[in-house]
C-alpha cells in the first residue's frame, strides 16, 4: 500500500504543471472595453451580477467560482466615485472568494491628479486611493499613463505602468506629416513632450499657462516656433479641453499649418465637446480607456484593448513586458 501511494505520488509530481486560464472580469463602465479586452485575449468575461438599493448602494456578486484562480477585474475609476467604489467592491469580493491573484487593471486610474500636496490642509487623494486598492485585495496592478510617474511608489505592490505611445507613435508616423513640431500644453508634460519628439526626429515647442483657478487658464504663451509646422499636441488627459483648445488656437495664431492633439484619456466633461469643434484643432485622437459619450467628425478613438490583453497575458504567463514600453 505504501509503496503503491509513493509510485502515484511520484506520478503526480512528475506530470507538467498547466498553469490555468485566468478570469476576466469587468466594472459596469468599462464593459464594452473589458469585452474587447476578452476578446483580444481569447475568452469570455466572467459572470459578475450588481444588485442595487433603492438608495443607491450595489453589491457585486461573482456568479462563478474564483477559488485559487488568477483573476483580472478591468474598470477604469474616473469620477464619478461609484466607478472606484465599484472597484474596490469587487477587489472584496474578489479576496473574500479565495482568489489566488488579484489584478485590478485600471485603464484610467482616476483621483490622479491630487498626488501632492500643492496647497495647505488639503489630501494626497492619488496616495489614499493607491492604499485603499491594496487594503480591498489588490495583488497587482496594471494602468495607463498615470497622471505623474511618481505615483506608483505609493503602492507596496507590483504596478505595470503601460503606455499609449505604442499607440499613438505608429498612429502618428502613419500621417507622414512634414514639419512635423510635437508640443507640450503645460511645462509638466515637457518631459513626455521631449520624449514623443526624440522618437519622432523633429522639434518640440511648450506652452506656458497660469490657472486662475481649477480648469480656469488666465493666460497662457508659446515657448517655441511653430510658423509652417503640423503641430501635434501631446497629453495624458483632456478633462475640459479648455487647455488643448486654447494651445491649438494659440499655434493658429502664431502661424501653424495644422495643431493635431493626442491624449491617453478622454474625461470630455462639462462643454468639451462644444470646445473641441468650436477650436481650430483638426483633430483629437484618445483612446477608449474611457466610453465617450458623444460622437465628434474632430475626435479618433484608438482602441487599448490589444495592449492590455497582451499585457495581461505576459502577466499570466510570468513573461517580460518590457516591449511594451516604447517609452
Known amino acids: 500500500m505504501k509503496s503503491r501511494v509513493s509510485i502515484n505520488a511520484l506520478t503526480i509530481l512528475s506530470m507538467p504543471y498547466q498553469v490555468p486560464e485566468p478570469k476576466i472580469f469587468a466594472c459596469t463602465q468599462s464593459t464594452v472595453l473589458a469585452e474587447k479586452i476578452a476578446k483580444s485575449y481569447g475568452a469570455d468575461l ?16 461573482f456568479e462563478e467560482s474564483v ?31 479565495s482568489a489566488r491573484h488579484i489584478t485590478a487593471v485600471m485603464p484610467y486610474f482616476g483621483w490622479a491628479r491630487q498626488d501632492r500636496k500643492d496647497k495647505p ?3 494626497i487623494a492619488a496616495k489614499l486611493v493607491a492604499k485603499m486598492l491594496e487594503a480591498a485585495g489588490a495583488t497587482r496592478i496594471i494602468t495607463m499613463d498615470l497622471h505623474a510617474d511618481q505615483i506608483q511608489g505609493f503602492f507596496e505592490k507590483p504596478v505595470d505602468h ?26 509638466g508634460g515637457s518631459k513626455r513632450a521631449y520624449a514623443y519628439s526624440k522618437a519622432l526626429e523633429c522639434d518640440v515647442v511648450i506652452c506656458y499657462k497660469q490657472r486662475a483657478k481649477a480648469n480656469v487658464i488666465s493666460h497662457m504663451e508659446l515657448i517655441g516656433d511653430v510658423q509652417g509646422k503640423n503641430v501635434v499636441l501631446v497629453d495624458d488627459m483632456v478633462d475640459t479641453a479648455g487647455t488643448l483648445t486654447k494651445a ?17 484619456h478622454g474625461l470630455l466633461s462639462g462643454n468639451a465637446y462644444k470646445k473641441i469643434e468650436e477650436s481650430k484643432l483638426l483633430e483629437l485622437i ?42
Do not use: W
Not at 248 to 264: H, P, Y
Not at 289 to 316: G, N, Q, W, Y
Open 46 to 61: 466572467g459572470n459578475v451580477h450588481f444588485s442595487r438599493y433603492s438608495d443607491g448602494e450595489f453589491q457585486p456578486s
Open 286 to 327: 484618445i483612446t477608449d480607456s474611457i466610453p465617450i459619450t458623444k460622437d465628434s467628425e474632430k475626435i479618433k478613438v484608438l482602441s487599448c484593448a490589444e495592449l492590455f490583453a497582451d499585457v495581461m497575458h505576459r502577466v499570466h504567463h510570468n513573461t517580460s513586458i518590457s516591449s511594451k514600453f516604447l517609452m
Open 162 to 187: 503601460l503606455f499609449a505611445s505604442t499607440l499613438f507613435l505608429p498612429y502618428l508616423k502613419k500621417l507622414n506629416l512634414d514639419n512635423l513640431t510635437i508640443a507640450s500644453p503645460d511645462m
Open 67 to 97: 477559488r485559487g484562480a488568477r483573476i483580472f477585474i478591468i474598470g477604469s475609476t474616473n469620477p464619478s466615485s461609484e466607478n472606484l467604489m465599484e472597484m474596490l467592491l469587487m477587489l472584496d469580493a474578489a479576496k473574500r472568494a
Open 248 to 264: 491649438a488656437d494659440l499655434m493658429r495664431e502664431r502661424g501653424a499649418l495644422s495643431v493635431r492633439a493626442i491624449t491617453t
Open 121 to 123: 490642509r488639503v489630501p
